[in-house]
């Protein structure tokens, strides 16, 4: 029987190996339409003989089901079968993912800065006309991988491949669509498009997971045009009032009273029916890939970051109030000069985030009334705190507290005042444990075959500085993330870009840390 197995494998390499798709050849270890197992060719030392893809008839179809060629496609393994050379054999397309991504960039594309067509950056803002489109795009692509799609009352997309086991919660793979203004086109987008290749992958190789695995587009995740950033993976979560966030409206009007996001949300025809709850639509686990934004990775000439959680954060709005007194006439001991005061506490707002290895950032400062020769009366800013650690970001809110209220008093004889109001109070965010493992092995498996890989590992453990979707996702399922390299570490930017190469490593981590999940629920009786 073990030399009958060993001689069906060589057979079907033989015949397989023949096979082009669409002129470029697609290689795969032959192991991987082999059912695995004791005595099967993976455990023989076939599983480095190399294999062509079979034709792009059969990447259209789910396990077992019907391609457009009309013929019935057999389940070539299971995940009781699969072992672990073969899921670490699973890649990703570097040229697919590209043509994908690039072809959904087509809708609100926006910022050109070079010649190639890509060469431009996004202003795909959310429930906006270039959403709709994408949105439809991404449907149509959905349902020709042979998945389940809907939408639920937030308009968050899902598309559903289905599993062995019915009717058990999808490991989800998910980020967003929308785009800033002047957004690039990387950002959430590699991971929704990610998503969809690990599924054509999954169907070209005939993988029957256990349980379904899907893609989800998270609506409003940016909070560019409706002003509350991952607003619906929020929802979803329970965290936020469905009311709440459809009565959001838009910062930047094109006309008219701005838009509330329930309106837009009907007007593009994505207000679903289904409520928009983990208790309708419950998933096993969440997993995001996603830019760093940073340099990180790129500086210490590393390829993946496995994330193990997110800083935590707290923006406030400081108001400092002072006396408006005209610029030659009032002496320095008598002026109650609120911008002197507030640009005081940014640079002790700074010194305070050094000290204790956090981040301070204003973005906003504002003074009124804003003219030259005039003390202004008030001087508005906005401060950003971020620390990994929940009780050290506390201190550093006290002790900013503190120095603020010290500078205040001591600019002038008779003081400013200060008052602040919290904006965001967001909690650091440790990820499970399980899928931070799973996605350490396929990072371990992925980067072990790249040059200089013997010498150094070539990823590393990450907090990540901003927060995403998987934040919410985390309150209610296993969640974990995947970075890739950033160039220069910009983002939300036209420039923003991260290499083809580099995405589809990202992408093929992504497809082992959800075929290992996958095997850890069947392994542990979860579907039983």
């Not at 837009?264 to 207000?271: A, F, Q, T």
């Not at 340099?295 to 002072?322: N, S, Y």
């Not at 790249?450 to 998987?470: N, T, Y």
Request: glycine content about 10%; charged content about 25%; overall charge negative.
């Amino acid at each position: 029987m073990e030399r009958s197995l060993q001689l069906l494998c060589r057979v079907l390499a033989a015949f397989i190996g023949t096979e082009q798709e669409s002129g470029r050849d697609r290689k795969l270890p032959v192991a991987l339409i082999c059912l695995g197992g004791p005595g099967g060719c993976a455990d023989k030392g076939l599983a480095s003989q190399d294999l062509r893809r079979r034709p792009s008839s059969a990447a259209m179809t789910p396990p077992g089901g019907q391609s457009s060629d009309g013929l019935q496609h057999r389940v070539c393994f299971t995940m009781g079968s699969l072992g672990q050379s073969n899921i670490s054999a699973l890649r990703v397309d570097t040229t697919e993912l590209a043509e994908s991504l690039h072809e959904s960039c087509q809708y609100g594309a926006a910022h050109r800065y070079g010649k190639l067509s890509t060469e431009t950056g996004m202003a795909r803002l959310s429930l906006d006309d270039s959403d709709k489109e994408v949105r439809d795009w991404f449907m149509r692509t959905a349902k020709s991988l042979g998945c389940k799609t809907f939408f639920d009352q937030m308009g968050n997309l899902f598309a559903i491949r289905p599993g062995k086991k019915e009717n058990v919660p999808p490991i989800m793979m998910g980020s967003h669509l929308d785009t800033q203004p002047t957004g690039g086109r990387y950002d959430g987008i590699l991971g929704v498009l990610a998503g969809l290749q690990v599924l054509k992958v999954l169907n070209e190789n005939s993988v029957e997971t256990e349980g379904p695995i899907g893609v989800v587009n998270w609506t409003n995740e940016e909070g560019a045009r409706f002003p509350k950033m991952a607003v619906s993976s929020g929802v979803w979560a329970g965290a936020i009032p469905i009311e709440t966030a459809w009565e959001l409206r838009e910062v930047t009007p094109h006309e008219g009273k701005p838009k509330s996001m329930k309106e837009e949300l009907e007007r593009i025809g994505y207000k679903g029916e289904r409520p928009a709850s983990f208790d309708d639509n419950p998933f096993a686990a969440h997993f995001e890939l996603h830019i760093e934004q940073g340099p990180i990775l790129e500086d210490e000439d590393l390829k993946i970051g496995v994330v193990e959680g997110v800083q935590a954060f707290k923006w406030f709005d400081i108001t400092v109030r002072g006396r408006d007194s005209h610029a030659g006439t009032t002496p320095l001991y008598a002026r109650k000069d609120t911008v002197l005061s507030a640009a005081r506490m940014l640079v002790a707002a700074n010194a305070v985030a050094k000290k204790h290895d956090g981040l301070s950032t204003t973005g906003i400062f504002n003074a009124d009334p804003g003219t030259v020769n005039t003390m202004a009366h008030t001087t508005k800013f906005t401060l950003d705190l971020r620390h990994v650690r929940n009780e050290v970001l506390a201190t550093m809110v006290k002790e900013c507290e503190d120095e603020f209220c010290r500078i205040a008093q001591e600019d002038s004889e008779q003081g400013c005042e200060v008052e602040w109001s919290l904006l965001v109070d967001s909690p650091a965010v440790q990820f499970n444990e399980e899928c931070i493992a799973a996605v350490e092995q396929s990072a371990s498996d992925v980067c072990s075959t790249l040059p200089g890989a013997s010498s150094r590992k070539l990823w590393r453990p990450m907090i990540s500085g901003a927060g995403h979707d998987s934040c919410y996702t985390n309150l209610r399922c296993p969640t974990s993330m995947i970075f890739t390299p950033t160039r220069q570490g910009i983002s939300h930017n036209p420039t923003e870009y991260c290499s083809a190469e580099d995405c589809a490593l990202g992408a093929s981590v992504l497809l082992g840390a959800v075929l290992r999940y996958d095997k850890l629920r069947l392994d542990r009786g979860d579907f039983n």
